[in-house]
Structures are given as structure tokens and as C-alpha cells.
T-cell receptor
Framework: DAGVIQSPRHEVTEMGQEVTLRCKPI?????LFWYRQTMMRGLELLIY????????DSGMPEDRFSAKMPNASFSTLKIQPSEPRDSAVYFC??????????????FGEGSRLTVL | SQQGEEDPQALSIQEGENATMNCSYK?????LQWYRQNSGRGLVHLIL?????REKHSGRLRVTLDTSKKSSSLLITASRAADTASYFC???????????FGTGTSLTVIP
């Protein structure tokens, strides 16, 4: 299996531009998570999907952030407009969550975003 | 914040020594997991311990869980230079499937 695939690996953009990060989860996994990692705040859970449905988006920082999962094999995280404080590494992770939540997370390699 | 906290934040040891990292969390959990992150890479799952378990082993890893103190520890025995990485605990709370990560411990193993 190819694992969780994220693109782009690196993105440099200017403030105000739209950024779209993409994720392909592991085939057969029913849950997908987006995380943001910074030195100051560590790993923050942004949003969690189960069976393509957003279950918890309480971690999305503000309305500039949106996430979609149109099907079981693809998800996007969009920032519009982007700001310098959005600079971070964004991780996508997938899992096969059974009743009782005992799955493990499989992470992609991350998308490093720099907003100038 | 629902994040746990690891301590120490950074740990430097000689190859062959044991490394112990601790994790504290705030609310009742379903299970607790430990992950490793090499520089510039994604996190990799190491071991899972359920709330009704007290200790678990996997190779050179030993994890303990004390639900009364809401804490866990990860012991890496006979450390190797290749163990150099950041280690995170992740908690899955009761009634949810979200994974919340701690602040991480940066481990350096000196050859």
C-alpha cells in the first residue's frame, strides 16, 4: 500500500492567496484527520471525517479554513485568504476506526506551507 | 486545551542507556497511543494501550498507564542513535474517535 499521500509537499505563497492542500487516505480506511503542526502550538486537530462526513470541525481556526471530503479517496483543506500566521506543516492522517475507537493513525508526510 | 503534555520536553542520552518519557492528560480515555516523528517526516504509530491495561511491551518499548493519575510513560531500553526523534502521546477520549496529541519529547541519542 502506498500509504497516505499528501500534496503539495511544500507550498510558498503570498498573503491573501488561496491555498489548497490535498490528501489521499489509505484505501479502506473510514476516518480522516487534518492536523496542523507548529513549534508554538504543537499538533492541533483541525477536523475529523468519518465515512466522508465531517464529525468534528471545532479545531478549524476560523472561517478562512474549510475542508471537504467528496469521496472516500480524497480530501482537501483550503485556506482563503491565507495569512502569514497560517505558516505550518499540515498533516493528513487516516484510520480504520472500529467501535470503541481503537484504530491507529497513519500519517502522510505533510505539506509545509509558508505564507509570506 | 485537550492536548496532553509530555515531559521532559527534551532528553539527551548516551547510546545504550534507557530513555523514559512521560505523558499526562486531562479526561477519561478509551486508549492512549505513542507515536514517533523523525525530523521532517510524518508521525508513525509505535504502541497502543487500552484504558483497562496497565502495562504493555513491544520489542524495546515498554508503556505503562495509570488512569487514576491520568498519566502514561514510554520507556525505550538500550537506546540507539536511530531512536533519535520526537515522541508524542495521543489520547482517544471516551465517547469520541478524535486523537489529541501531546506536546512531544525530543529525544537525542548520542552515539
Amino acid at each position: 500500500d502506498a500509504g497516505v499521500i499528501q500534496s503539495p509537499r511544500h507550498e510558498v505563497t503570498e498573503m491573501g492567496q488561496e491555498v489548497t492542500l490535498r490528501c489521499k487516505p489509505i484505501s479502506g480506511h473510514n476516518s480522516l484527520f487534518w492536523y496542523r503542526q507548529t513549534m508554538m502550538r504543537g499538533l492541533e486537530l483541525l477536523i475529523y471525517f468519518n465515512n466522508n462526513v465531517p464529525i468534528d470541525d471545532s479545531g478549524m481556526p476560523e472561517d478562512r479554513f474549510s475542508a471537504k471530503m467528496p469521496n472516500a479517496s480524497f480530501s482537501t483543506l483550503k485556506i482563503q485568504p491565507s495569512e502569514p500566521r497560517d505558516s505550518a506543516v499540515y498533516f493528513c492522517a487516516s484510520s480504520s476506526i472500529s467501535t470503541g475507537g481503537t484504530g491507529e493513525l497513519f500519517f502522510g508526510e505533510g505539506s509545509r506551507l509558508t505564507v509570506l | 486545551s485537550q492536548q496532553g503534555e509530555e515531559d521532559p520536553q527534551a532528553l539527551s542520552i548516551q547510546e545504550g542507556e534507557n530513555a523514559t518519557m512521560n505523558c499526562s492528560y486531562k479526561t477519561s480515555i478509551n486508549n492512549l497511543q505513542w507515536y514517533r516523528q523523525n525530523s521532517g517526516r510524518g508521525l508513525v504509530h509505535l504502541i497502543l494501550i487500552r484504558s483497562n491495561e496497565r502495562e504493555k511491551h513491544s520489542g524495546r518499548l515498554r508503556v505503562t498507564l495509570d488512569t487514576s493519575k491520568k498519566s502514561s510513560s514510554l520507556l525505550i531500553t538500550a537506546s540507539r542513535a536511530a531512536d533519535t526523534a520526537s515522541y508524542f502521546c495521543a489520547t482517544v477520549f471516551l465517547g469520541g474517535n478524535q486523537f489529541y496529541f501531546g506536546t512531544g519529547t525530543s529525544l537525542t541519542v548520542i552515539p
